[in-house]
Antibody
Framework: QVQLVESGGGVVQPGKSLRLSCVASGFSFSSFAMHWVRQAPGKGLEWVAGISFDGTKKYYADSVKGRFSISRDNSKNTIHMKMNSLRAEDTAVYSC????????????WGQGTLVTVSS | QTVVTQEPSFSVSPGGTVTLTCGLSSGSVSARYYPSWYQQTPGQAPRTLIYNTNTRSSGVPDRFSGSILGNKAALTITGAQADDESDYYCVLFMGGANWVFGGGTKLTVL
């Protein structure tokens, strides 16, 4: 079955960096676009970034553009997100999600990893 | 900046019918935005309910249905059950891999 497992979260000081990973299994990873979606404590879902199936196209929400970078390694069934210049408002659970290949929607989600930005 | 609007909260009686909506702060929601709906309970990953406006995801009961009502996307729950008490999110695909979530609706079944 499809599984998405995130890691790399933790507590980090404002202005510092962190790298998240999401390991996928149970499907042909290199055929699917992947995304990061976050949820701040007590808040709603926010799309953060997406990457095409082959890694050639990358997209970012305005709130993270220039600070976050998404990448993928299809040989390891993994996507990453490098987060630089972190701010308190980046505190959230970060989840990876698979985009269905035929229509734009998120068909599978991981459980997420918590990032806390605090001094 | 695109803002997707949802009712912050809604209440329905067990067995009742409720329609949650998903609108745009400027303009109308249509099928071209491929509206999809997700259910989330606290501490859990979102569960996909509806995609492409009105297609139920695998395993989703038929009491959940999606549509376009007027200028909004809509999620209707017919015959609400206690375990439908959750947060519900819509998301619109704005093109160019730009996705915008609504703020979510907290549904209470009582």
């Amino acid at each position: 079955q499809v599984q998405l497992v995130e890691s790399g979260g933790g507590v980090v000081q404002p202005g510092k960096s962190l790298r998240l990973s999401c390991v996928a299994s149970g499907f042909s990873f290199s055929s699917f676009a992947m995304h990061w979606v976050r949820q701040a404590p007590g808040k709603g879902l926010e799309w953060v970034a997406g990457i095409s199936f082959d890694g050639t196209k990358k997209y970012y929400a305005d709130s993270v553009k220039g600070r976050f970078s998404i990448s993928r390694d299809n040989s390891k069934n993994t996507i990453h997100m490098k987060m630089n210049s972190l701010r308190a408002e980046d505190t959230a659970v970060y989840s990876c999600a698979r985009e269905w290949e035929l229509l734009p929607y998120f068909d599978f989600w991981g459980q997420g990893t918590l990032v806390t930005v605090s001094s | 900046q695109t803002v997707v609007t949802q009712e912050p909260s809604f209440s329905v009686s067990p067995g009742g019918t409720v329609t949650l909506t998903c609108g745009l702060s400027s303009g109308s929601v249509s099928a071209r935005y491929y509206p999809s709906w997700y259910q989330q309970t606290p501490g859990q990953a979102p569960r996909t309910l509806i995609y492409n406006t009105n297609t139920r995801s695998s395993g989703v009961p038929d009491r959940f249905s999606g549509s376009i009502l007027g200028n909004k996307a809509a999620l209707t729950i017919t015959g609400a059950q206690a375990d439908d008490e959750s947060d519900y999110y819509c998301v619109l695909f704005m093109g160019g891999a730009n996705w915008v979530f609504g703020g979510g609706t907290k549904l209470t079944v009582l």
